[in-house]
């Protein structure tokens, strides 16, 4: 990758993308200078600066991350479905994160769009988003209920 920049955060190797890249997804931003919000419970990340800053920022939650791609028309489809589930649970936390430009993060992302499931900062889940139930079935298994369990 020309231009990238190796940057350090909270101990990660991450990688910014050059300026001059220019994004299919209308999420992501060659200018942005951080996470962007998407909706109340929903952030954007196109590097790996960027996620692993949510994360880090969001340590103590359980966070849903969509990993998608600009090219992907299974993601865009996919989307909508996400976007959904997280105005359905306004109290948890939901990253919509481009893999173009994320080395690190992504490495061992091998189809999109696939979610993963992290708490304390560490994936605890990673699945395929093939159907809007599979995404359904996750969500219930890694919400906590009224009681907190």
Not at 9 to 29: C, I, Q, R, W, Y
Not at 51 to 74: A, K, M, P, Y
């Amino acid at each position: 990758m020309t231009g990238a920049k190796q940057v350090s955060l909270g101990g990660f190797a991450a990688v910014e993308h050059p300026e001059d890249v220019k994004f299919a997804n209308p999420f992501a931003s060659p200018r942005a200078t951080g996470p962007r919000q998407i909706a109340g419970n929903v952030q954007g990340a196109s590097t790996d600066l960027e996620l692993r800053s949510i994360l880090t920022e969001l340590r103590n939650e359980t966070v849903f991350v969509d990993f998608g791609s600009s090219f992907c028309t299974h993601c865009r489809a996919m989307l909508p479905h996400f976007l959904m589930a997280s105005r359905e649970r306004p109290k948890q936390k939901f990253v919509v994160a481009t893999v173009d430009y994320m080395l690190v993060e992504a490495e061992d992302i091998k189809w999109t769009p696939t979610v993963a499931v992290y708490k304390r900062g560490v994936k605890i889940d990673a699945f395929k988003l093939s159907d809007p139930q599979r995404l359904e079935d996750h969500l219930w298994l890694h919400t906590p209920d009224e009681e907190g369990r």
